[in-house]
């Protein structure tokens, strides 16, 4: 029995700066989940996929993985997502060091 198919986005990671990306239905790389096109076919989900992947100029690691739409837009179901998108762990660097420059 074939299983279903949960929502997916693309993301990746910005050759040069290493930064998560994902890819937006206008076929650019966003640093943002909420710009993120979210795939519900799987055939179409595929194809997105190894377009992505013929993008090796801009981004490494492309992959596929699960989201949940929300009315904040697509929220990753898996932890690792969750912590990928926040940047890196250490204060002092990324995303985190931005927050904390803000506050």
Request: no cysteine; aromatic share 0%.
């Given at each position: 029995m074939p299983r279903d198919f949960n929502p997916k986005v693309i993301t990746a990671n910005a050759l040069l700066e290493g930064d998560v990306v994902y890819l937006t239905i206008d076929d650019r790389w966003s640093r943002n989940l909420s710009d993120?096109?979210?795939?519900?076919?799987?055939?179409?989900?595929?194809?997105?996929?190894?377009?992505?992947?013929?993008?090796?100029?801009?981004?490494?690691?492309?992959y596929l993985t699960d989201v949940r739409t929300t009315s904040r837009g697509p929220e990753p179901i898996h932890f690792r997502e969750d912590f990928r998108r926040r940047g890196p762990s250490n204060l002092f660097h990324g995303k985190q060091a931005d927050t904390l420059r803000r506050a």
């Open positions: 993120a096109e979210v795939l519900t076919d799987e055939a179409d989900a595929d194809l997105r996929l190894l377009q992505a992947q013929a993008r090796a100029s801009e981004v490494v690691g492309v």
